[in-house]
């Protein structure tokens, strides 16, 4: 039986409670759906001597990435992360939402590049109307385990998890690493925004070794009990 849920938390997990939980400057950070590559430039500000590795498929996102420059803690890996080694489809996102025109045009020349997915949108285009999904494209993806393997990457401190609905995907093919995995902090959705998303109660269900430590009203912070403390 799946333990009932917490109380949701105001705000987001902040700078202080990372620092906190993580306790050091020199964590391994796996930040799968890295963007534009905005957080990856705050776990470098606030740990020094990271290892930060950034996973994003969009290309859009990627260009935007990049031109952030290079940084020695952090390496960009051009994929998505999901439940197969290979090609899979990605839902490319697109459209704008309301604000100032020329803002919006700098910011997102090519269109609204944060909801892409590996899952065919659902809800989402009733939810948010303005985001548009008129095009797929073939992008690499691969098994967390398989990535981590050939990586050598043994204790990762923390998951940080924006993936658009493809959670279950990423568990699937992680749980490997997830064993060793401290902290795995994720977007989550009980109004199954795109195909096959899976709730919160799934998720835990999913992470039979994990217990929630914050939830927030987007996001939920699961902790390792083997690892708790450590």
């Known amino acids: 039986m799946v333990e009932a849920l917490p109380p ?63 940084h020695p803690g952090i390496q960009l890996f051009e994929m998505a992360i999901g439940r197969i080694d290979g090609e899979a489809e990605f839902y490319v996102s697109s459209g704008l939402p309301e604000g100032p025109a020329d803002k ?32 797929t494209v073939k992008r690499p993806v691969r098994r967390l385990d398989s990535w981590a393997r050939e990586h050598g990457i043994a204790t990762v401190d923390m998951i940080w998890a924006d993936v658009q609905g493809a959670e279950g995907d990423l568990i699937a093919g992680g749980s490997e690493t997830l064993a060793r995995t401290r902290y795995f902090y994720t977007e989550y959705s009980d109004d199954e925004m795109y195909e096959g998303q899976p709730s919160l109660a799934q998720l835990v269900e999913m992470l039979p070794n994990f217990s929630i430590f914050r939830r927030y009203r987007w996001d939920v912070l699961f902790e390792n009990k083997a690892m708790a403390g450590a």
Do not use: C, M
């Open 104 to 135: 919006l045009a700098e910011r997102y020349p090519e269109g609204w590049d944060q909801s892409g997915s590996l899952r065919p949108p659902k809800n989402h285009k009733t939810a948010f109307p303005w985001v548009k999904f008129e095009n």
């Open 8 to 70: 949701i938390n105001v705000g987001e997990l902040g700078n202080a409670l990372l620092k906190d939980l993580l306790g050091t400057d020199a964590p391994v950070i796996l930040e799968i759906g890295a963007n534009d590559g905005s957080h990856t430039a705050q776990f470098v500000n606030l740990f020094p001597k990271a290892k930060v590795f950034a996973f994003e498929p969009d290309p859009r996102a990627v260009t935007k990435f990049k031109a952030r420059g290079e």
